[in-house]
Structure formats: C-alpha cells, structure tokens
C-alpha cells in the first residue's frame, strides 16, 4: 500500500538549516505530484510547497525564497530545503500525496499522508 515516512525535522535556531525528506513507496512517485504541508495547534494544515511530475514548484508566499522542494524520483524521495527559519516556522510537517501528474489538475486532490516530523525553530 502507499506509504509516505518523513524524517528530518528537530530544533534550530532562528536563522538555521533543515532538510526535511519522505521516503515513498507503494504508487508510482515518479508521475504524482508531491506536496509539504504544515499545521500547528488550533490552526489549519497550511499547502508549503509542492513538485509535480513536470518538476513545476509552487511555494506558499510564507517561505517562498526561503524553501525549496526537490525529488528524486530514482529513489523516491521528496526533500525540503529550509533555510534562514523562523520561529513561525515551528510546525509539524507533513508529506503528501495526490495521484495526479499535475498539481494543477482540476478536482485533484491530496490523498495520501505521512506521519509526519516536528519542526522546532527557537530565537
């Protein structure tokens, strides 16, 4: 079955470094468009930023200059490069999966889900 693990996350400091990566198996990863979500206590899941199989990359205006996501579809893993963090930043991350080639494609949606991994950003 599909199976999203992500791993990565832990504390830095304001300013600081973190890659973020998921390991998937079970679907054809190469050909899904792959996204990094994140979500914090009493708030909604917030879309960070997502790669399609076309390698086109959205970001939401929050990170947008900060993060980047890349994947390796040889291996079938999905990264997020995180840089200068901020302490609004802290979140738990979640990697995810809608089976569409396009991110874009309308009524697609993200249904598969990781476990997903603290992120901690302390000033």
């Known amino acids: 079955q599909e199976q999203l693990v992500e791993s990565g996350g832990g504390s830095v400091q304001a300013g600081g470094s973190l890659r973020l990566s998921c390991a998937a198996s079970?679907?054809?990863?190469?050909?899904?468009?792959m996204g990094w979500f994140r979500q914090t206590p009493g708030k909604s899941r917030e879309e960070v930023a997502t790669?399609?199989?076309?390698?086109?990359?959205t970001y939401s205006d929050s990170v947008k200059g900060r993060f980047a996501i890349t994947r390796d579809n040889a291996r079938s893993i999905l990264y997020l490069q995180m840089d200068s963090l901020k302490p609004d930043d802290s979140a738990m991350y979640y990697c995810?999966?809608?089976?569409?080639?396009?991110?874009?494609?309308?009524?697609?949606?993200?249904?598969?889900w990781g476990q997903g991994t603290q992120v901690t950003v302390f000033s």
């Open positions: 079970g679907f054809s990863f190469r050909w899904s468009c």
């Open positions: 995810a999966r809608n089976p569409a080639t396009r991110c874009t494609r309308p009524g697609s949606q993200f249904r598969s």
């Open positions: 790669s399609d199989s076309y390698r086109n990359s």
